[in-house]
């Protein structure tokens, strides 16, 4: 007879190969299950009663970024493991944009530092094109050395289509890295047509998290392509993907979150939170959660998680409730998890803030009334391109109201000016909103209906060294620090959620739009996103990949 460490007994065990909970008893030795059901070959120095409760594995994320959330990776983990998520694969491009390889060995200890298990996804494009201007820039030959580092997933987020399309050499070295290294590489497809998604999944792309609905998912799976279904604060896709998922392709699927936002994760759920939409628009609650476990593992390579079963890792957490999911103890690894003492997240790139902005800076002259808009889609990242007429003042400059607001885009790191541009569709009837949080090179960008309170949003941004800020009409700031790289928050969970509520109730008070603003606008600086966005070099139109005048014919 074998000893082992644990036996979990009275639990109804999700089997993610049947899909059905059973009655099964769990030996656990070490970090690895060894058996699942009723033997005399072992035996245990603990049991744990799970007096009739449901034993599921750790939910997995396919794709996220830490710094979307504001908290610091040790944070993030405490929270995750509250909503039954013990595994994430995680992009730091965000911080790697401020702060380049230093940006990513950081995120690597600190994920070093808590029981959760992080995946370091090596971030492919810093910078993401060469239409913005960043703080780093991380190459093939940068990023190679961090394969050696057991936390390292693969390589992220694939989104310079152009660059793999016309062999860029750079590109296919970063690729052919990850590949000899025996990891997957993420693809983010935006925007692309069946046949140019072919030509990512011709140099090695195995997933894409940019389906939007249940066509375009079929495109990646008729590929061959693991569709990572997308669930964020602004980007929720899952609904219109879910008709895609059926029992034949099931395993080409799993859950992601991508963007979401502390305030989001901590009062809605995570994987949890897709698992839930998943459910409540059909699909059965067994097979949601094979999703979001073994078919999230198998989406990038791990052999050994996501399943209560002999060889796996012992990740899990048990519930009393199907419905809501609500984890009354999670173990990772074999080691039962504490809530009570979150770990203090280590400092870094403080304060990066190299950047002025004046009154001139913002002047926005017009040939005509006639211009070119970015026109906001509440709950989308992509935005339409349109034509409008707008208002001017007898000077015949841009005049923002409440239909039409200014907003910029500033480069943060060595101060080499900015970009302004028209948006509609921000809600903005007073005050202006600004943050240095914005995909994916995390310039300063400001929206306003006054270019004094923009000023004003600018002056404080810079003092605090990078975050969140709300102006209100009499120039009153609420603010969100954000002491790591301008992105990240060292503070608390609990003081991120009060701050990030502050700005919230602020921004109600100046807007009328049910959809979160900062979300929204730090994808306005995203020219990999179609169709028209703003970066610190100005109008960037998706379609012709390439700057524009604002002055419409």
Not at 52 to 68: K, R
Not at 122 to 130: D, E, G
Not at 188 to 216: F, K, N
Not at 277 to 288: D, N, R
Request: charged share 20%.
């Amino acid at each position: 007879m074998t000893t082992v460490d644990l036996k979990i007994i009275n639990g109804q065990v999700l089997n993610v190969f049947l899909q059905t909970f059973e009655p099964e008893t769990l030996w656990i030795a070490q970090d690895r299950i060894v058996f699942r059901g009723d033997t005399t070959a072992y035996e245990a120095l603990t049991t744990y009663d799970a007096a009739g409760q449901f034993i599921i594995p750790g939910l997995i994320d396919t794709h996220m970024h830490v710094e979307s959330t504001t908290f610091a990776p040790t944070t993030l983990a405490t929270v995750l493991l509250q909503h039954g998520v013990t595994r994430a694969f995680i992009d730091p491009h965000e911080i790697a944009n401020v702060a380049g390889a230093a940006a990513v060995q950081y995120m690597l200890d600190e994920a070093k530092r808590t029981p959760f298990n992080y995946h370091v996804m090596l971030p492919s494009s810093v910078p993401a094109t060469a239409f913005e201007r960043t703080g780093a820039k991380l190459t093939a030959s940068d990023l190679r050395p961090f394969y050696a580092d057991a936390v390292v997933g693969g390589l992220a987020e694939v989104m310079d289509y152009p660059a793999v399309v016309n062999h860029d050499a750079d590109m296919q070295q970063k690729i052919a890295d990850a590949l000899a290294a025996h990891k997957p590489v993420d693809g983010h497809g935006a925007g692309l047509t069946a046949t140019q998604l072919a030509d990512y999944r011709a140099v090695g792309i195995s997933t894409d998290h940019e389906a939007t609905d249940a066509a375009s998912a079929l495109d990646r799976v008729n590929l061959g392509m693991h569709v990572l279904v997308r669930e964020g604060t602004v980007e929720q896709d899952e609904v219109a993907i879910l008709p895609a998922i059926t029992a034949t392709n099931q395993q080409r699927f799993s859950f992601a979150t991508d963007d979401k936002t502390s305030v989001d994760i901590v009062e809605n759920g995570s994987i949890d939170h897709s698992v839930r939409v998943a459910v409540a628009h059909g699909m059965p609650l067994t097979q949601a959660l094979t999703l979001a476990t073994l078919y999230a593992a198998q989406a990038h390579q791990l052999m050994d998680v996501g399943a209560l079963a002999a060889g796996y890792q012992a990740d899990l957490f048990l519930t009393t409730d199907l419905t809501t999911l609500s984890p009354q103890a999670v173990m990772v690894g074999g080691a039962w998890q504490s809530f009570d003492d979150p770990i203090t997240p280590n400092r870094f790139a403080e304060n990066l803030m190299t950047v002025t902005l004046q009154a001139s800076d913002l002047a926005l002259p017009l040939d005509t009334g006639r211009a070119h808009v970015i026109d906001v889609k509440p709950g989308h990242i992509d935005t339409t391109h349109a034509i409008l007429e707008v208002p001017r003042d007898a000077h015949g400059r841009f005049v923002a109201n409440a239909e039409f607001a200014k907003i910029t885009v500033a480069e943060r790191y060595h101060d080499l000016g900015n970009g302004v541009g028209i948006i509609r569709g921000l809600g903005l009837r007073h005050g202006a909103v600004g943050t240095t949080f914005s995909n994916d090179s995390h310039n300063m960008v400001i929206a306003g209906v006054t270019d004094d309170l923009m000023l004003r949003a600018a002056e404080e941004l810079i003092a605090m060294g990078g975050g969140m800020v709300v102006v209100s009409d009499d120039g009153t700031v609420t603010s969100l620090p954000l002491d790591i790289g301008g992105v990240m928050s060292s503070a608390s969970a609990k003081t991120i959620v009060t701050q990030t509520k502050a700005l919230h109730t602020c921004l109600a008070a100046i807007s009328d739009v049910s959809f979160d603003i900062f979300q929204t606008l730090s994808f306005m600086a995203l020219p990999v996103i179609p169709s028209l966005k703003i970066t610190d070099q100005g109008l960037f139109d998706f379609e012709k990949w390439d700057f524009i005048d604002i002055n419409a014919d």
